[in-house]
């Protein structure tokens, strides 16, 4: 069970936006700044979004960060066909004194 | 080109050690927190280990604390894992990553760039 909830599974069609959501708590994304992870299949996780809302450079623009209260959204708008991918959210959590992913969402282009 | 590249993964019994390292090129490696990431297989990102720039902060996960020690050796541009009294649970790719900068507390931090992982693979 992860300290993030992210839902299992998202999908949508070229050129759609889709948003995935990371709920927490208070002692986590209440409190520390979100960030999010893309992951291709057998690769290494790469930074999406850090700081809530900032985007890496490289990182187009057709991916948005947002933060409210306990929770997250990461939004990809004009979707493509190579955003298939696992996509995790991060943050540290004070009461745990440890850093805390959710427990991905993998994104299905149809 | 900035890059982290594990080694030391391997198998190994219940109860044994390893010793992970991750060597950075391409930056100066005593500028960064850094932070060791693990996915058991067909599993999530799980947290490990995080170490400040100048060692003046490392952190465990509950899983893992008393058991794994983290350390670097700035002057050698590397980060280590050394893992003792290994478990079943422990199976997984290893991954280090860089974090954004010499924070002395870990909040705020983001990881970027991640090296390619090594595999560990504890069995009888």
Do not use: H
Not at chain 2, 41 to 64: D, F, H, M, N, Q
């Amino acid at each position: 069970q992860s300290v993030l909830t992210q839902p299992p599974s998202a999908s949508g069609t070229p050129g759609q936006r889709v948003t995935i959501s990371c709920s927490g708590s208070g002692s986590n994304i209440g409190s520390n700044t979100v960030n999010w992870y893309r992951q291709l299949p057998g690769t290494a996780p790469k930074l999406l979004i850090y700081t809530n809302s900032q985007r890496p450079s490289g990182v187009p623009d057709r991916f948005s960060g947002s933060k409210s209260a306990t929770s997250a959204s990461l939004a990809i708008s004009g979707l493509q066909s190579d955003d298939e991918a696992d996509y995790y959210c991060a943050t540290w959590d004070d009461s745990l004194s440890g850093w805390v992913f959710g427990g991905g969402t993998k994104l299905t282009v149809l | 080109e900035v890059q982290l590249v594990e080694s030391g993964g391997g198998l190994v019994k219940p109860g044994g050690s390893l010793r992970l390292s991750c060597a950075a090129s391409g930056f100066t490696l005593g500028g960064y927190s850094m932070i060791w990431v693990r996915q058991a297989p067909g599993k999530r990102l799980e947290w490990v280990s995080s170490i400040s720039s100048t060692s003046g902060y490392k952190y465990y996960a509950a899983s893992v604390r008393g058991r794994f020690t983290i350390s670097r050796d700035n002057a050698e541009n590397s980060l280590y894992l050394q893992m003792n009294s290994l478990r079943d649970e422990d199976t997984a790719v290893y991954f280090c990553a860089r974090g954004s900068g010499p924070r002395p507390v870990p909040t705020g931090d983001w990881f970027d760039p991640w090296g390619q992982g090594t595999r560990v693979t504890v069995s009888s």
